[in-house]
Protein backbone atom coordinates (compact mmCIF):
# COMPACT_ATOMS: atom_id res chain seq x y z
CA UNK A 1 0.00 0.00 0.00
CA UNK A 2 1.21 3.08 -0.98
CA UNK A 3 2.32 6.03 1.51
CA UNK A 4 1.37 9.43 1.80
CA UNK A 5 4.45 10.72 0.62
CA UNK A 6 4.67 8.35 -2.10
CA UNK A 7 0.83 9.43 -3.44
CA UNK A 8 2.39 13.03 -3.01
CA UNK A 9 5.70 12.36 -5.20
CA UNK A 10 3.13 11.78 -7.89
CA UNK A 11 3.83 14.90 -10.02
CA UNK A 12 0.31 15.36 -10.89
CA UNK A 13 -1.10 14.63 -7.43
CA UNK A 14 1.71 16.65 -5.78
CA UNK A 15 0.74 19.57 -8.30
CA UNK A 16 -3.43 19.24 -7.48
CA UNK A 17 -2.67 19.24 -3.67
CA UNK A 18 -0.15 21.70 -2.91
CA UNK A 19 -1.95 24.04 -5.50
CA UNK A 20 -5.05 23.54 -3.62
CA UNK A 21 -3.47 23.54 0.06
CA UNK A 22 -2.51 27.28 -1.08
CA UNK A 23 -5.34 28.70 -2.65
CA UNK A 24 -7.61 27.44 -0.27
CA UNK A 25 -5.50 28.44 2.65
CA UNK A 26 -5.39 31.66 1.17
CA UNK A 27 -8.75 32.62 0.48
CA UNK A 28 -9.49 31.25 4.58
CA UNK A 29 -7.33 33.61 4.86
CA UNK A 30 -8.65 36.39 3.53
CA UNK A 31 -12.28 35.47 4.90
CA UNK A 32 -11.13 35.92 7.95
CA UNK A 33 -9.14 39.31 7.27
CA UNK A 34 -12.37 40.37 6.13
CA UNK A 35 -14.32 39.35 8.96
CA UNK A 36 -11.49 40.67 11.25
CA UNK A 37 -9.51 43.31 9.71
CA UNK A 38 -6.48 43.55 11.52
CA UNK A 39 -2.98 44.13 10.37
CA UNK A 40 -1.22 40.67 11.81
CA UNK A 41 -3.77 39.21 10.05
CA UNK A 42 -3.40 40.20 6.44
CA UNK A 43 -3.69 37.22 3.93
CA UNK A 44 -0.21 37.47 2.60
CA UNK A 45 1.42 36.78 6.36
CA UNK A 46 -0.75 34.74 7.41
CA UNK A 47 -1.18 32.08 4.21
CA UNK A 48 2.54 31.45 4.20
CA UNK A 49 2.67 30.82 8.05
CA UNK A 50 -0.21 27.88 7.27
CA UNK A 51 0.94 26.53 4.33
CA UNK A 52 4.36 25.86 6.38
CA UNK A 53 2.48 24.51 8.87
CA UNK A 54 0.84 22.18 6.97
CA UNK A 55 4.55 21.42 5.21
CA UNK A 56 6.12 20.33 9.03
CA UNK A 57 3.01 18.53 9.47
CA UNK A 58 3.42 16.29 6.49
CA UNK A 59 6.99 16.41 6.56
CA UNK A 60 7.57 17.41 3.44
CA UNK A 61 10.15 19.48 1.85
CA UNK A 62 10.25 22.87 0.31
CA UNK A 63 11.14 21.63 -2.84
CA UNK A 64 8.22 19.27 -3.21
CA UNK A 65 5.87 22.37 -2.15
CA UNK A 66 7.75 24.84 -4.96
CA UNK A 67 7.36 21.97 -7.42
CA UNK A 68 3.91 21.74 -7.15
CA UNK A 69 2.66 25.30 -7.21
CA UNK A 70 5.51 26.68 -9.43
CA UNK A 71 2.73 27.52 -11.80
CA UNK A 72 1.58 29.87 -9.62
CA UNK A 73 4.89 31.61 -9.48
CA UNK A 74 4.95 32.06 -13.27
CA UNK A 75 1.26 33.85 -12.67
CA UNK A 76 2.82 36.44 -11.35
CA UNK A 77 4.48 38.12 -14.58
CA UNK A 78 0.55 38.63 -16.38
CA UNK A 79 -0.04 39.49 -12.91
CA UNK A 80 2.76 42.33 -12.70
CA UNK A 81 1.83 43.65 -16.60
CA UNK A 82 -2.27 43.93 -15.13
CA UNK A 83 -0.46 46.62 -12.95
CA UNK A 84 -0.42 48.93 -15.80
CA UNK A 85 -4.32 49.68 -16.44
CA UNK A 86 -4.13 52.05 -13.48
CA UNK A 87 -0.82 53.33 -14.38
CA UNK A 88 -2.01 54.37 -17.89
CA UNK A 89 -5.21 56.01 -16.63
CA UNK A 90 -3.11 58.23 -14.11
CA UNK A 91 -0.63 59.09 -16.61
CA UNK A 92 -1.28 63.07 -16.37
CA UNK A 93 0.02 62.87 -13.15
CA UNK A 94 3.00 60.69 -13.52
CA UNK A 95 4.02 63.13 -16.82
CA UNK A 96 4.15 66.22 -14.04
CA UNK A 97 5.68 64.64 -11.24
CA UNK A 98 8.08 62.12 -13.33
CA UNK A 99 11.91 63.84 -11.93
CA UNK A 100 10.64 63.28 -8.80
CA UNK A 101 9.37 60.39 -9.12
CA UNK A 102 12.75 59.11 -10.96
CA UNK A 103 14.96 60.39 -8.16
CA UNK A 104 12.91 58.13 -5.64
CA UNK A 105 12.80 55.02 -7.62
CA UNK A 106 16.93 54.98 -7.96
CA UNK A 107 17.58 56.44 -4.23
CA UNK A 108 14.88 53.64 -3.18
CA UNK A 109 16.22 50.56 -5.07
CA UNK A 110 19.92 51.16 -4.21
CA UNK A 111 19.06 52.01 -0.69
CA UNK A 112 17.08 48.36 -0.39
CA UNK A 113 19.99 46.80 -2.51
CA UNK A 114 22.81 47.66 0.01
CA UNK A 115 21.21 47.89 3.11
CA UNK A 116 20.05 43.69 2.11
CA UNK A 117 23.90 43.13 1.79
CA UNK A 118 24.58 45.01 5.17
CA UNK A 119 21.95 43.08 7.35
CA UNK A 120 22.96 40.16 5.66
CA UNK A 121 26.66 40.17 6.14
CA UNK A 122 25.88 41.59 9.91
CA UNK A 123 24.35 38.61 10.76
CA UNK A 124 26.81 36.42 9.41
CA UNK A 125 24.78 35.24 6.47
CA UNK A 126 26.89 33.49 3.79
CA UNK A 127 27.63 34.27 0.19
CA UNK A 128 24.43 32.64 -1.43
CA UNK A 129 22.05 33.60 1.31
CA UNK A 130 23.16 37.50 1.11
CA UNK A 131 23.15 37.22 -3.19
CA UNK A 132 19.61 35.60 -2.36
CA UNK A 133 18.53 38.63 -0.16
CA UNK A 134 19.50 41.12 -2.23
CA UNK A 135 16.30 41.38 -4.33
CA UNK A 136 14.44 41.19 -1.94
CA UNK A 137 12.62 45.02 -2.04
CA UNK A 138 11.04 44.19 -5.61
CA UNK A 139 8.16 42.40 -7.02
CA UNK A 140 8.24 38.31 -7.22
CA UNK A 141 9.19 37.86 -10.93
CA UNK A 142 11.56 40.31 -10.97
CA UNK A 143 13.54 39.47 -7.87
CA UNK A 144 13.76 35.80 -8.66
CA UNK A 145 14.96 36.68 -12.49
CA UNK A 146 17.87 38.71 -10.57
CA UNK A 147 18.37 36.18 -8.14
CA UNK A 148 19.37 33.93 -10.69
CA UNK A 149 21.63 36.17 -12.33
CA UNK A 150 23.92 37.21 -9.79
CA UNK A 151 24.31 33.99 -8.26
CA UNK A 152 21.12 33.75 -5.38
CA UNK A 153 19.07 30.22 -5.18
CA UNK A 154 15.66 32.24 -6.67
CA UNK A 155 13.26 30.02 -4.90
CA UNK A 156 14.28 31.52 -1.79
CA UNK A 157 14.27 34.83 -2.72
CA UNK A 158 10.74 34.81 -3.51
CA UNK A 159 10.34 33.81 0.52
CA UNK A 160 12.44 36.72 1.05
CA UNK A 161 9.76 38.94 -0.83
CA UNK A 162 6.81 37.72 0.57
CA UNK A 163 7.84 38.55 3.94
CA UNK A 164 9.47 41.85 2.67
CA UNK A 165 6.29 42.63 1.65
CA UNK A 166 3.93 41.46 4.07
CA UNK A 167 6.32 43.28 6.45
CA UNK A 168 6.49 46.90 4.50
CA UNK A 169 2.91 46.63 3.91
CA UNK A 170 1.88 46.81 7.47
CA UNK A 171 4.97 48.93 8.27
CA UNK A 172 3.84 51.44 5.71
CA UNK A 173 0.28 51.35 7.12
CA UNK A 174 1.88 52.58 10.40
CA UNK A 175 4.14 55.32 8.62
CA UNK A 176 1.38 57.02 7.01
CA UNK A 177 -0.99 57.01 10.01
CA UNK A 178 1.43 58.62 12.06
CA UNK A 179 3.20 60.89 9.95
CA UNK A 180 1.47 63.80 7.89
CA UNK A 181 1.45 62.79 4.09
CA UNK A 182 -0.54 65.21 2.26
CA UNK A 183 0.32 63.77 -0.82
CA UNK A 184 -1.19 60.92 -2.61
CA UNK A 185 1.99 60.93 -4.71
CA UNK A 186 4.30 60.13 -1.48
CA UNK A 187 1.75 57.82 0.14
CA UNK A 188 1.91 55.74 -3.42
CA UNK A 189 5.41 55.60 -3.73
CA UNK A 190 6.16 54.79 -0.20
CA UNK A 191 4.11 51.60 -0.67
CA UNK A 192 5.35 50.70 -4.19
CA UNK A 193 9.47 51.14 -2.93
CA UNK A 194 9.04 49.28 0.15
CA UNK A 195 6.40 46.92 -0.11
CA UNK A 196 6.29 46.42 -4.14
CA UNK A 197 3.27 44.30 -5.28
CA UNK A 198 1.66 43.68 -0.95
CA UNK A 199 2.56 47.36 -0.94
CA UNK A 200 0.92 48.09 -3.99
CA UNK A 201 -2.05 46.04 -3.53
CA UNK A 202 -2.92 47.88 0.28
CA UNK A 203 -1.97 51.37 -1.66
CA UNK A 204 -5.31 50.81 -3.91
CA UNK A 205 -7.41 50.21 -1.05
CA UNK A 206 -6.10 53.61 0.55
CA UNK A 207 -6.93 55.56 -3.24
CA UNK A 208 -6.70 55.13 -6.95
CA UNK A 209 -3.98 57.99 -7.03
CA UNK A 210 -1.94 55.76 -4.42
CA UNK A 211 -2.57 52.70 -6.77
CA UNK A 212 -1.46 54.10 -10.10
CA UNK A 213 1.70 55.48 -8.47
CA UNK A 214 2.55 52.45 -6.45
CA UNK A 215 2.06 50.15 -9.50
CA UNK A 216 4.62 52.56 -11.40
CA UNK A 217 6.88 52.70 -8.93
CA UNK A 218 6.48 48.89 -8.05
CA UNK A 219 7.41 48.00 -11.99
CA UNK A 220 10.17 51.09 -12.24
CA UNK A 221 12.07 50.12 -9.18
CA UNK A 222 12.15 46.05 -10.38
CA UNK A 223 13.71 47.62 -13.93
CA UNK A 224 16.09 49.51 -11.70
CA UNK A 225 17.07 46.70 -9.75
CA UNK A 226 17.49 44.08 -12.52
CA UNK A 227 20.02 46.51 -13.83
CA UNK A 228 21.48 47.51 -10.71
CA UNK A 229 21.66 44.22 -8.28
CA UNK A 230 24.30 42.57 -10.37
CA UNK A 231 26.73 45.81 -10.22
CA UNK A 232 26.04 46.06 -6.43
CA UNK A 233 26.92 42.46 -6.01
CA UNK A 234 30.28 42.42 -7.94
CA UNK A 235 31.59 45.74 -6.08
CA UNK A 236 30.16 44.21 -2.90
CA UNK A 237 31.79 40.66 -2.89
Do not use: N
Not at 172 to 192: E, K, N, Q, T, W
Not at 215 to 222: A, P, R
Amino acid sequence: MQTLHQILAEPAIQTLFWSAVTIGLYLAAKRAHRCWPRRWLMPLAVAPLLVAMVILALHASYSDYIGGTRWLMLLLGPATVAFAVPIYQQRHLIRRHWPVMLVSIVIGGLTAVISSWAFATLVGLDQTLRLSLLPRSISTPFAMEVSGDIGGVPDLTAIFVVVTGAIGAVIGDLIIARLPFASALARGALFGIGAHAAGTARAHQVGRTEGAVAGLVMVLIGLVSVLAAPLVAHVLR
